[in-house]
T-cell receptor, first 115, second 112 residues
Framework: GENVEQHPSTLSVQEGDSAVIKCTYS??????FPWYKQELGKRPQLIID?????GEKKDQRIAVTLNKTAKHFSLHITETQPEDSAVYFC??????????????FGTGTRLLVSP | EAQVTQNPRYLITVTGKKLTVTCSQN?????MSWYRQDPGLGLRQIYY???????DKGDVPEGYKVSRKEKRNFPLILESPSPNQTSLYFC???????????FGQGTRLTVV
């Protein structure tokens, strides 16, 4: 089955800096890669996702890149703000093949943005 | 308001005492699943359901049961809880072929 590895486990940056979180996946059939943000004591919420037919997607200060050959994808946050502090999870799924969401999550990255 | 609702939010129980965590969604989603979240291990899938009366094991199903008798409900049953099932549990739902998974607010379970 699919296995998703995520690095780093913790990341501390200064406000205004950029943050990059990286994930690798093992199953070449995976074709959908979402990122979830979980604030302290809250539920995970989708912040951005990418499908395997594109290499990059951007939404304001966040972007995701995908390298299918290397089987890795990354989350980029620019101009970080204290409210970006949270745990971020990457995930992989072959939703396009199966028609439903069987997400396999990474182990999470705790991002701390200091003012 | 579209939402996934879990109950209870917090539960402390003793080893061996059967319990049920309920999950209900009002978005008419076909797909529902249960995850447990443990420090350093991320979110691991326990069971999932593709539709009414269709369920299957996820990655960590041991010690858990589920049922899907109605489309909106997907309860998680622990027949004989043990301390290693102490965890934060999340229910999630999504449309068939859909993308975003909508999570419930979580249930923090402690088994002593």
């Amino acid at each position: 089955g699919e296995n998703v590895e995520q690095h780093p486990s913790t990341l501390s940056v200064q406000e205004g800096d950029s943050a990059v979180i990286k994930c690798t996946y093992s199953d070449s059939a995976s074709n959908y890669f979402p990122w979830y943000k979980q604030e302290l004591g809250k539920r995970p919420q989708l912040i951005i996702d990418i499908r395997s037919n594109v290499g990059e997607k951007k939404d304001q200060r966040i972007a995701v890149t995908l390298n299918k050959t290397a089987k890795h994808f990354s989350l980029h946050i620019t101009e970080t703000q204290p409210e970006d502090s949270a745990v971020y999870f990457c995930a992989a799924s072959d939703a396009w093949n199966t028609g439903f969401q069987k997400l396999v999550f990474g182990t999470g990255t705790r991002l701390l943005v200091s003012p | 308001e579209a939402q996934v609702t879990q109950n209870p939010r917090y539960l402390i129980t003793v080893t061996g005492k059967k319990l049920t965590v309920t999950c209900s969604q009002n978005m008419n989603h076909e797909y529902m699943s249960w995850y447990r979240q443990d420090p350093g291990l991320g979110l691991r899938q326990i069971y999932y359901s593709m539709n009414v009366e269709v369920t299957d094991k996820g990655d960590v199903p041991e010690g858990y049961k589920v049922s899907r008798k109605e489309k909106r409900n997907f309860p998680l049953i622990l027949e004989s809880p043990s301390p290693n099932q102490t965890s934060l549990y999340f229910c999630a739902s999504s449309t068939q072929g859909g993308t975003e998974a909508f999570f419930g607010q979580g249930t923090r379970l402690t088994v002593v």
